[in-house]
């Protein structure tokens, strides 16, 4: 959580020159986005967001990400949408930094999911695969089952001082997804991140999805299995399966499961765990010093990993036809 | 910059129950406060901004805030006003720590105020000073003179790490103003610490004035000393004294300075740069480790100093009768 880039007022004032947003009014950084710099922004024109980005998102990728909140938000998808200049252009410059204008959205980012929100979340998951249907633009997802290994290499070393055995476990994990990972699964645009504090409610309706820089072309039934992991699971480590059952059937309803994609929800479920493991474990071995950035616990990964293990078939985590 | 404590959405909307506010739109943790937590709200009645008080803020001294911050804005002044709960209270609790909800003011703070923002600053200031006059509570300059001493004492030790013979130069400082130091100037509520990041605007015109925490009951005349350092000097270390005479023009349109405050404008000057010199040394000299706040520099106001001992009379920062 953190402000990396500072932006005078006079540097702001000249940026906002070149839309068509009205005058500034206020802008204060938003203590959130572990990524990029955010500032809550307020101009005669209204509410929006500002974000620069840092180094850790890759320019390359930014025409994507701003193109499929376009492309979501013209098909009603309540996403940021990227405000464009005068000029017409979306991605613009500002402190050394790319920078993006996009609209604000309300709502609140739901710390304890109840059933009602992942109900409400499967639907708003389905929207979004169906909304990003017709978008023209891929991007491969950088962080699938390709990229674990390496990921692995960069923490095996050390992966024991984190947790007993936790190499060992990751060694096996890793050779039995790799060797049994679904290839053609029915894909397109899927979020790869939608963890709750990038999904807003207001009262018990999604009114926003967020953070969209993870996003990528992929199996819809692996952002899926983010989700069971992401939402799903209590305090105490336990798979919650009434939150499951509302989340896939509320998803269902606007996009039945085809039966390869419920054969494989076990496998894809433990892949997404170790996704979020082995990303965790590489940044809490990494901490630079002075970080303003807390890094997340790998090992409530590592538990939800060792449920997976022993799920065999959809109906474990709520699927029931 | 930086959010001490984490709000979860339930205990916000706990809290919201008590104030007719309306219901919760969305609420963003501020990259800004150095000594609170603070959250930009919205709610179906209008944007607040929700204030949690860290440690270094002494709950005994809220009253006098709060009570200080509805006082001013009952006479017009621009500044957050504490909204009551339904029971009457301004201040609350939340997540364990005393808690407020103020006005959302628009406005940017100005990084490189012109003489154009001297003035208005200048202004706002007389207006700051009567519109305080008949507010009843008092609170002492808990970092006037008598403070000055027992901060430097937990510096000396280590001054001369920061600049060469710093500790010398700051004893003689002490020394002379603690003898000179003017005792029965008027005098009342002042700001205590208007830097340019507590003072909003819209175009040349001051919209807010905000953080209120060093508030008390001192010379009206410290608080412009207090600006003059903040706002008129370049960022070469030369004092600009065309804004200075702007800011003083300004601010005695209101109220004209007696000749007491003429006199004794140098020696407060050189007083509150060692105000800010002293307390940003010991910030300096014990920045804990994993510290979120960057200190600010204390031999920026060194270099003031070097400034303000060479002066002889009000007429060198602009004073013109």
Redesign the interface.
Known sequence: ???YTEV???A?GAFLAEYDIG??????????GVENTNF?L?TTGGHFILTLYEKRVAEADLPFFLGLMEHLAARGLACPQPIRTRAGTALGRLCGRPAVIVSF????????PGVRHCRALGSALAGLHAAGADFALRRPNALSVEAWRPLFSAAEAEADRVAPNLAERTRQDLASLEAGWPRDLPGGVIHADLFTDNV?F??DRVSGLIDFYFACTDAFAYDLAICLNAWCFEADGSFNRTKGQAMIAAYETLRPLEPAEVAALPVLCRGAALRFMLTRLVDWLNVPP?A?VKPKDPLEYDRKLAFHRRVNEAAEYGWSG
Do not use: N, W
Request: hydrophobic residues 45%; glycine residues 16%; without cysteine.
């Open positions: 959580m953190a402000v005078p007022d006079e702001l005058g500034l009014l206020s802008y204060k950084g938003i203590a959130e809550f307020h959205l309300d709502g609140v980012s739901v710390r304890r807003f207001i009262g002075g303003l």
